[in-house]
C-alpha cells in the first residue's frame, strides 16, 4: 500500500499534487451534504407514512364511536351522573344562565324542566348535550331593570335548580309540549316607557322567533296590564297566558326561558346582538300590523306645496306635572305656520289600540319629556319628534331615552331647551335659589330629589316667539324627507 502511495506521488508534481488534494477535500464535503439531505427527506418519507397509519387507525376508531353513539338519545342523565361522551359534545358550549348582561338575567333551558309555581322554583330534572355547567343552581328575578333596586324590589325572586337526587324530582302534574317564557309584571310596570323599554320590546326580542308556538307564564301578575296590552300579547302567543305563582301543580316543558332578553339601551334592538337580526324597524312594522296602523310614512312635500292636506301637529298633554300651561296658544301658533292641531293624553285607562292610530296619523309629536313620547314608537317613517326639555340638567338623560332611540325609529329629532321664566318653578322659589343656580347639588342629593323638584313639581309656560322657530324647523325637515 505504501509503495502505490508512492507511485502516485511521483506521478503528479507538487503543485498538482496540491490541487488533487483540495479537489479530494471538496467532494468529501459534498458527499456528507447530500447524505444529509437524503437522509432529512428520507425521514420526513417516513414520519409522512407513520401519520397517515394513525389518521386511518383514528378514523376507524370515530366511525365506530359515531355507530355507538347513535343509541345514546339527545338528552343527558342527570348532570353529576359521571357520564361522559366527549364526541357528542358540541364544541361550544353555552351557559344554562346569563348573568353578566347590564340590564338583565335570564336563563335559556332545553331538557326535562318542572316548574313549580307557588313557589317560585324551576327544577331541572336532565338537561340537553350542549351546556356548561358552572353551578347547581341560580336566583333570577326575571324583568329588564336589573341595576335599578328600587324596580327590582318588587319582582319576585324565581330559583333555578339542577336536581341531582333522583327522589327529589318532582312529579308531573301537566305537561306542555311547546316551549315557555316567565317574565315579571312587577318593576315599573304601568308606567308607559317601562312598559316599551323593560316589558314589550324585550318581550318581542325574545318571543318572536317562536312565531306564536310559545307559552307566557306571567309572574307578579297585572291584569290591567294584560288588558293594555293583549294585542300585542295575543300576536306574539297563541296561548293562553298563565298566571303562574297561583300554580299549585307542577307544569312541564322541554324548553323554557326564565326573564327577558334585552339590550343595553333604551327602547332600542340592537341587530348585530339578535340572533336573527331584529330591529327596530321590525318591532315598528310589528306594532302596525298589530294596531292595523296604515301610515308608514310621513306628509309627503307635494302634499304640502298644492295645500290638499296639512301636516298633523300631535300635542302630548299631561295633567299633574310637565304639562302646557299655555297648550291653547301653542296651538294657534302651530297653526298659522299650517299644522293641524290635536292635542292629546294617554293614560293607564287610555285604549293603546285608538292611541296609537291617533299618533300615527300625525307628522310632528311635541311634548315635555317623560313616559307620554314614548308614543313615538307608533309615529310614520320620516315624521318629526319634538321634545321639551324641562330645567334641572336632565338633557342626557332626555336625549337617552328619546333622542337617540327615535334615530333607529327612521324619525328626526328635535329638542327645545326651556329657560327659567318658562318654568313654573319660578313662580314658587327665589331667582336666585339653589335649584337654579347649581341644579347638580340637587343631583348629588339623589334621583328621588331630582324627581320631586324638577320632575313632579314642574310645568312650562313655553315662549312662543322663542318657540316658533322650532315648529317651523320641523316643517321643514318634513320638507327635506321628500
Same mark, same amino acid.
Given at each position: 500500500?505504501?509503495?502505490?502511495?508512492?507511485?502516485?506521488?511521483?506521478?503528479?508534481?507538487?503543485?498538482?499534487?496540491?490541487?488533487?488534494?483540495?479537489?479530494?477535500?471538496?467532494?468529501?464535503?459534498?458527499?456528507?451534504?447530500?447524505?444529509?439531505?437524503?437522509?432529512?427527506?428520507?425521514?420526513?418519507?417516513?414520519?409522512? +407514512?407513520?401519520?397517515?397509519?394513525?389518521?386511518?387507525?383514528?378514523?376507524?376508531?370515530?366511525? =365506530? $364511536?359515531?355507530?355507538?353513539?347513535?343509541?345514546?338519545?339527545?338528552?343527558?342523565?342527570?348532570?353529576?351522573?359521571?357520564?361522559?361522551?366527549?364526541?357528542?359534545?358540541?364544541?361550544?358550549? =353555552?351557559?344554562?344562565?346569563?348573568?353578566?348582561?347590564?340590564?338583565?338575567?335570564?336563563?335559556?333551558?332545553?331538557?326535562?324542566?318542572?316548574?313549580?309555581?307557588?313557589?317560585?322554583?324551576? %327544577?331541572?330534572?336532565?338537561?340537553?348535550?350542549?351546556?356548561?355547567?358552572?353551578?347547581?343552581?341560580? %336566583?333570577?328575578?326575571?324583568?329588564?331593570?336589573?341595576?335599578?333596586?328600587?324596580?327590582?324590589?318588587?319582582?319576585?325572586?324565581?330559583?333555578?335548580?339542577?336536581?341531582?337526587?333522583?327522589?327529589?324530582?318532582?312529579?308531573?302534574?301537566?305537561? +306542555?309540549?311547546?316551549?315557555?317564557?316567565?317574565?315579571?309584571?312587577?318593576?315599573?310596570?304601568?308606567? +308607559?316607557?317601562?312598559?316599551? @323599554?323593560?316589558?314589550?320590546?324585550?318581550?318581542?326580542?325574545?318571543?318572536?322567533?317562536?312565531?306564536?308556538?310559545?307559552?307566557?307564564?306571567?309572574?307578579?301578575? &297585572?291584569?290591567?296590564?294584560?288588558? =293594555?296590552?293583549?294585542?300585542?300579547?295575543?300576536?306574539?302567543?297563541?296561548?293562553?297566558?298563565?298566571?303562574?305563582?297561583?300554580?299549585?301543580?307542577? +307544569?312541564?316543558?322541554?324548553?323554557?326561558?326564565?326573564?327577558?332578553?334585552?339590550?343595553?339601551?333604551?327602547?332600542?334592538?340592537?341587530?348585530?346582538? @339578535?340572533?336573527?337580526?331584529?330591529?327596530? =324597524?321590525?318591532?315598528?312594522?310589528?306594532? &302596525?300590523?298589530?294596531?292595523?296602523?296604515?301610515?308608514?310614512?310621513?306628509?309627503?312635500?307635494?302634499?304640502?306645496?298644492?295645500?290638499?292636506?296639512?301636516?298633523?301637529?300631535?300635542?302630548?298633554?299631561? &295633567? $299633574?306635572?310637565?304639562?302646557?300651561?299655555?297648550?291653547?296658544? /301653542?296651538?294657534?301658533?302651530?297653526?298659522?305656520?299650517?299644522?293641524?292641531?290635536?292635542?292629546?293624553?294617554?293614560?293607564?285607562?287610555?285604549?293603546?289600540?285608538?292611541?296609537?292610530?291617533?299618533?300615527?296619523?300625525?307628522?310632528?309629536?311635541?311634548?315635555?319629556?317623560?313616559?307620554?313620547?314614548?308614543?313615538?314608537?307608533?309615529?310614520?317613517? $320620516?315624521?318629526?319628534?319634538?321634545?321639551?326639555?324641562?330645567?334641572?340638567?336632565?338633557?342626557?338623560?332626555?336625549?337617552?331615552?328619546?333622542?337617540?332611540?327615535?334615530?333607529?325609529?327612521?324619525?328626526?329629532?328635535?329638542?327645545?331647551?326651556?329657560?327659567?321664566?318658562? @318654568?313654573?318653578?319660578?313662580?314658587?322659589?327665589?331667582?336666585?335659589?339653589? /335649584?337654579?343656580?347649581?341644579?347638580?347639588?340637587?343631583?348629588?342629593?339623589?334621583?328621588?330629589?331630582?324627581?320631586?323638584?324638577?320632575?313632579?313639581?314642574?310645568?312650562?309656560?313655553?315662549?312662543?316667539?322663542?318657540? &316658533?322657530?322650532?315648529? @317651523?324647523?320641523?316643517?321643514?325637515?318634513?320638507?327635506?324627507?321628500?
Amino acid at each position: 500500500m505504501y509503495k502505490y502511495k508512492t507511485i502516485f506521488g511521483r506521478s503528479f508534481s507538487k503543485n498538482e499534487r496540491k490541487r488533487f488534494g483540495y479537489g479530494a477535500f471538496g467532494c468529501l464535503i459534498m458527499a456528507i451534504s447530500i447524505s444529509i439531505v437524503f437522509r432529512h427527506y428520507l425521514c420526513q418519507l417516513s414520519l409522512l +407514512h407513520l401519520l397517515k397509519s394513525m389518521d386511518a387507525g383514528l378514523e376507524k376508531m370515530m366511525i =365506530k $364511536n359515531t355507530s355507538n353513539s347513535q343509541h345514546l338519545g339527545v338528552t343527558s342523565p342527570l348532570i353529576n351522573s359521571g357520564i361522559q361522551h366527549e364526541e357528542s359534545e358540541p364544541k361550544e358550549l =353555552k351557559p344554562i344562565c346569563i348573568v353578566m348582561e347590564p340590564r338583565t338575567d335570564f336563563c335559556e333551558i332545553t331538557g326535562d324542566i318542572r316548574l313549580h309555581g307557588n313557589s317560585s322554583t324551576v %327544577n331541572i330534572a336532565s338537561l340537553q348535550n350542549g351546556f356548561l355547567v358552572e353551578n347547581n343552581s341560580w %336566583n333570577i328575578r326575571p324583568y329588564s331593570r336589573k341595576e335599578n333596586a328600587a324596580a327590582m324590589s318588587s319582582v319576585k325572586n324565581w330559583s333555578i335548580n339542577l336536581v341531582t337526587n333522583h327522589n327529589e324530582i318532582p312529579h308531573c302534574n301537566i305537561n +306542555h309540549s311547546v316551549p315557555a317564557i316567565l317574565f315579571s309584571l312587577g318593576g315599573f310596570s304601568g308606567n +308607559h316607557f317601562h312598559d316599551f @323599554s323593560d316589558l314589550v320590546i324585550p318581550l318581542y326580542l325574545t318571543s318572536r322567533e317562536f312565531d306564536g308556538e310559545v307559552q307566557f307564564l306571567v309572574t307578579d301578575y &297585572r291584569p290591567w296590564w294584560i288588558s =293594555k296590552f293583549r294585542k300585542i300579547l295575543e300576536k306574539l302567543s297563541k296561548y293562553e297566558i298563565i298566571d303562574i305563582d297561583k300554580q299549585e301543580s307542577v +307544569h312541564c316543558y322541554s324548553s323554557i326561558i326564565v326573564g327577558l332578553k334585552c339590550h343595553d339601551k333604551e327602547l332600542r334592538i340592537d341587530p348585530s346582538k @339578535s340572533p336573527t337580526g331584529l330591529s327596530m =324597524k321590525d318591532f315598528r312594522d310589528f306594532l &302596525r300590523s298589530t294596531y292595523s296602523l296604515k301610515r308608514t310614512e310621513a306628509i309627503k312635500s307635494r302634499d304640502v306645496e298644492d295645500r290638499t292636506i296639512r301636516p298633523r301637529l300631535l300635542i302630548i298633554s299631561r &295633567r $299633574n306635572s310637565r304639562s302646557f300651561v299655555n297648550v291653547g296658544r /301653542i296651538s294657534k301658533t302651530a297653526q298659522t305656520l299650517g299644522y293641524k292641531v290635536v292635542v292629546a293624553e294617554a293614560n293607564l285607562s287610555t285604549d293603546l289600540a285608538g292611541f296609537a292610530k291617533i299618533v300615527n296619523s300625525c307628522d310632528v309629536l311635541m311634548g315635555v319629556h317623560g313616559a307620554g313620547l314614548t308614543n313615538m314608537i307608533f309615529l310614520p317613517d $320620516n315624521a318629526i319628534l319634538i321634545q321639551i326639555i324641562p330645567l334641572g340638567r336632565i338633557k342626557m338623560l332626555a336625549r337617552i331615552d328619546f333622542g337617540e332611540p327615535s334615530r333607529d325609529m327612521n324619525l328626526s329629532y328635535l329638542e327645545y331647551k326651556i329657560s327659567k321664566k318658562e @318654568s313654573t318653578l319660578a313662580n314658587q322659589y327665589p331667582v336666585d335659589h339653589v /335649584i337654579f343656580r347649581n341644579p347638580m347639588s340637587v343631583h348629588e342629593q339623589g334621583w328621588d330629589a331630582v324627581r320631586s323638584i324638577y320632575l313632579e313639581k314642574q310645568n312650562v309656560k313655553l315662549n312662543l316667539n322663542r318657540f &316658533r322657530p322650532t315648529l @317651523s324647523k320641523a316643517l321643514e325637515l318634513l320638507l327635506h324627507y321628500h
